[in-house]
């Protein structure tokens, strides 16, 4: 190959790379001052290609799929052929070249040679498919094309450019020219890829959930069953009683059957005069709309979400969405029927059961429950437990009436004028006064959580359920994030030595009034990074670091709880021996059974002494 058809294959792919890195650089005073730079095109070409994982362009990507295409096996045999023919028309002026040679004839002993040496046919460039007019190969930009005055100084590019007019004898036969039509029987003849494989994929994504395929069948199935065996008939059709739709909530929807209410109340239940147990009934068209309309194809928690909703416009749950299910729970479940003489403590269990509800389920947003965080947050498996469970503090996350207890207890013995409002004062009697006046500041404030009057600092009762449940058991998510914003001063989501200081001189100070060796803050530090993380050598904690090292509780101990301080200092065995007693109890729930016994106790005894004075 000589050193002039080399040239001329490095003019061609220069010029071609140009093109597509730079719209205005196709000239040929661009091409000299790229051969006089000593730079090879080639290796500009491949510089771009490594931008493009910074700078990721259009014009570095087709770069990018030039370069891959020209450094391909079938391109280096392409171009030799068209090196030689460039050859041969050098030596032999006269001859019309590869271009003017009809299809199939190679006048070349040395061409036929190489194109009879390649099984594969020509090669495709990634970038063929756009175009979509008549293209010509030619040998290179500058050889054999022919361009007309009006056209001469222009910019064309190699791609999609004007058909090329190729200089050819008179009465040579017609160019070697590549068609739409030839494109496509190059594009049969090659193997398919198999990234252009047209495979059906099985679906993976479920906006509303997974359903098995043939559940909807069963249920249709145990839907027209329960209908058939309905007792009380009109003079046309079977109508659907209570005790129906109640084995239907259970057998077909899959939802706890005291949501049969909800269901009813969809439905337009009514209650015939002609009836003799004077019943509510429904329609069995009216129960198959329903289940077409809000329940068929969908998992347990969305039926349970277009159940609870108000309009199907709406995209998630607020507080009076879910006081129905609660209600509910109230009226029917039989471990509940003592409070039916107390209406002013069934309003505060429908507060508390809502507060708890929402501190666990909730994690996007503390005001908004969403279809997916039902199921999520345990609150559908806590409704089907209570549903056949008469012992309702056997649930332990939302209904347990024992926790309630405990938490209104609690409220009424801090609040001294019984307003049902806390202020500052109040909040710092809390458990011995063990907390700190700083973060009763923050907490009051509003950091953590929005409370009923940041200005006056005054917490309700449900802003209470929230700090009882974030104080009691830190281990929590919502409490990490509730005591995390609360030391967190500057709220850049990183708590530094500032903030820790900030807080632990309050404690200092305790320390010494109480007659105790304070520790130093510099001690301190030191045993809590070693407790969080002794490897990283960092003084900054995030939520990740106090997550991973899963000592969240005693990190903000040590901040601003004295008492449990001293605890953690004295290793209190009690505490230990809980722990080891029920593993699978929480913080939570080993505090609200010790208090509950603490309480049940002292009223005993308050009613005794009552008894014995009266």
Not at 231 to 246: K, N, Q
Not at 403 to 431: A, K, N, Q
Not at 543 to 569: G, P
């Amino acid at each position: 190959m000589s050193s002039s058809s080399v040239n001329g294959v490095s003019s061609m792919i220069g010029t071609l790379n140009l093109d597509l890195r730079d719209s205005g650089s196709a000239d040929d005073s661009n091409l000299g001052s790229e051969e006089e730079s000593g730079l090879p095109s080639f290796d500009r070409a491949v510089g771009d290609l490594q931008l493009c994982d910074v700078l990721p362009k259009a014009k570095m990507k087709l770069s990018e799929l030039y370069c891959t295409w020209a450094s391909a096996e079938d391109t280096r045999r392409l171009v030799e052929v068209v090196v030689e023919n460039d050859d041969i028309k050098k030596e032999h002026p006269g001859s019309p070249g590869l271009h003017s040679v009809p299809r199939g004839q190679i006048r070349s002993p040395t061409i036929e040679a190489a194109v009879s040496s390649t099984s594969r046919p020509i090669p495709k460039s990634p970038v063929a498919k756009l175009i979509r007019s008549t293209v010509v190969f030619p040998s290179s930009p500058t050889i054999g094309v022919a361009q007309s005055a009006p056209n001469r100084g222009k910019k064309v590019s190699p791609l999609v450019a004007e058909p090329l007019v190729v200089k050819t004898l008179s009465d040579s036969p017609p160019p070697f020219i590549l068609l739409d039509s030839d494109l496509e029987q190059i594009l049969a003849e090659r193997s398919p890829s198999p990234f252009t494989r047209t495979t059906q994929l099985p679906q993976f994504y479920f906006p509303n959930g997974k359903v098995a395929g043939d559940a909807e069948a069963a249920e249709r199935r145990a839907m027209q069953v329960a209908f058939d065996g309905c007792e009380y008939r009109s003079d046309t059709e079977a109508l659907v009683g209570e005790d129906e739709v109640r084995t239907l909530m259970n057998e077909v929807v899959g939802l706890p059957t005291f949501l049969a209410e909800v269901v009813f109340e969809g439905c337009h239940a009514w209650r015939p005069t002609d009836s003799p147990k004077e019943r509510l009934v429904i329609n069995p068209r009216a129960f198959r709309k329903l289940y077409d309309d809000i329940l068929a194809g969908f998992p347990t928690y969305r039926r349970l979400f277009h159940l609870l909703r108000f309009n199907k416009f709406e995209k998630f749950l607020r507080r009076e969405h879910l006081q129905r299910v609660v209600d509910l729970v109230l009226v029917q479940h039989t471990g509940l029927n003592f409070l039916e003489s107390t209406p002013q403590f069934q309003v505060r269990y429908l507060e508390t059961v809502l507060e708890r509800i929402f501190y666990k389920c909730a994690k996007r947003n503390p005001n908004r429950l969403y279809p997916k965080e039902l199921e999520q947050g345990g609150l559908l498996a806590a409704m089907r437990k209570i549903d056949t469970d008469e012992d309702i503090n056997s649930e332990r996350d939302f209904f347990s009436y024992e926790h309630f207890y405990v938490l209104f207890c609690r409220f009424w013995e801090i609040d001294t004028d019984h307003d049902m409002h806390i202020d500052s004062e109040d909040l710092l009697s809390y458990g011995g006064h063990a907390l700190s006046c700083r973060i009763v500041e923050r907490i009051l404030a509003g950091v953590a959580r929005p409370v009923a009057d940041p200005a006056n600092s005054i917490m309700s009762y449900t802003d209470f359920v929230w700090f009882c449940l974030s104080e009691e058991d830190k281990t929590s998510e919502r409490a990490l994030e509730y005591w995390f914003q609360c030391i967190d001063l500057d709220g850049d989501g990183i708590i530094t030595l500032f903030d820790m200081e900030y807080f632990y001189e309050e404690q200092i100070h305790r320390m010494e009034c109480l007659g105790h060796e304070p520790i130093t803050f510099v001690n301190v530090v030191n045993q809590l990074l070693d407790m969080l993380e002794p490897w990283s050598g960092t003084v900054m904690i995030t939520k990740d670091v106090l997550r991973r090292s899963k000592q969240q509780s005693a990190f903000f101990n040590v901040l601003f709880n004295i008492n449990k301080l001293f605890a953690l200092e004295g290793k209190d065995l009690r505490t230990i021996r809980q722990v080891r007693e029920t593993p699978d109890l929480s913080d939570w729930d080993r505090f609200a059974l010790f208090e509950y016994h603490r309480l049940s106790a002292e009223e005993e005894e308050t009613e005794t002494v009552e008894s014995l004075v009266f």
